[in-house]
């Protein structure tokens, strides 16, 4: 809450862009532009009656146009996958479908920076990983994403950066690998070893081999041996290629083609592995992916990669 000034410091300073945030109505205004929070509890923060009303009040309140606040809105709901349910009651909506009115509500400002405090929290495994989509989406569109959690396994396998808070005060900091790796950061911070990490460090003995993967699957191939991998298909929103193998959708935009076309997709949520791991058994996999979300791919890739094994990766048009 002190990122974008709903809280002001006791003491200390807070900065953005290298400079103190100012405390005046003109000044978190700008802030606010900038940065977004989207709090642990959809329904401390949604107000509104209407689901796109709440989506478009923060572009309101910029004083935009009445047209760019209808394509922030409409972009927004997109991203989120709830385009079909704009017109809903915010009461007749599950949590999760709340959670993701909270989140549109934020992409609506076009943050620079997003903030998420817990935002896995009280959420069903597939919402956890449409969670995880959302933010790899707001990441590639060049925006920071922040996420607050207390879930270990989150912050290993999404995380650029992990920064382990206790009192006020940052104990560590590093990539995923480098924070989890110490031990006792991890006993004073009263955290656990991620289970992937700790599958690494156990393989990693065994094998006098220091490769860490940040999927299951990979962690798994220190055991593995004698894999003939398929091949990853890759399709984009508009392909009319015929798929192969089991089929995965990553990214709002192919979300909505397949939606649209009524196309058949076997895993609807966390696609890219679940179709890393059908190829790692020896079966073709198809993808329909988003362009933005490329990085995304390539990270897992090179995962596998490290293992000296090479997914070919074939475009359908």
Not at 47 to 59: K, L, Q, R, T
Not at 103 to 114: C, D, F, Q, Y
Not at 131 to 155: C, F, K, N, P, Q
């Amino acid at each position: 809450m002190h990122f974008n000034g709903i809280l002001k410091p006791t003491d200390g300073e807070v900065e953005y862009n290298s400079k103190n945030i100012s405390y005046t109505k003109k000044g978190l205004h700008e802030l606010r532009k900038d940065v977004t929070f989207v709090m642990q509890n959809p329904d401390d923060q949604i107000f509104n009656v209407i689901v796109e009303d709440d989506v478009a009040f923060g572009p309101f309140n910029l004083d935009l146009p009445l047209d760019e606040v209808r394509k922030r809105v409409e972009e927004a709901l997109g991203v989120v996958g709830m385009e079909n349910e704009r017109s809903r009651p915010i009461h007749h909506l599950s949590f999760g479908q709340r959670k993701r009115v909270a989140v549109a509500s934020a992409l609506a400002m076009h943050p620079k920076v997003l903030i998420m405090d817990e935002p896995t929290a009280g959420l069903d495994p597939e919402m956890v990983h449409r969670l995880y989509e959302i933010a790899d989406e707001v990441s590639m569109r060049g925006s920071t994403v922040i996420i607050s959690t207390h879930d270990v396994e989150t912050a290993y396998s999404w995380a650029d950066l992990v920064i382990v808070l206790v009192g006020g005060e940052v104990l560590a900091q590093g990539t995923p690998f480098e924070v989890f790796s110490m031990k006792d950061v991890l006993d004073k911070a009263g955290l656990s070893v991620p289970m992937i990490h700790g599958l690494n460090e156990f393989m990693s003995a065994e094998k006098q081999n220091s490769i860490y993967g940040r999927m299951m699957s990979t962690a798994l191939l220190n055991i593995r041996s004698g894999i003939v991998p398929g091949t990853l298909y890759l399709m984009r929103p508009g392909c009319t290629g015929e798929a192969r193998g089991c089929v995965g959708v990553y990214g709002s935009s192919s979300r909505h083609y397949v939606e649209t076309n009524d196309i058949k997709v076997n895993f609807g949520f966390n696609a890219i592995e679940r179709c890393i791991n059908s190829i790692l058994d020896g079966n073709d996999a198809s993808i329909y992916l988003d362009s933005t979300l490329d990085h995304v791919l390539d990270r897992k890739l090179l995962d596998v990669a490290a293992h000296g094994i090479t997914i070919t990766v074939e475009e359908l048009q």
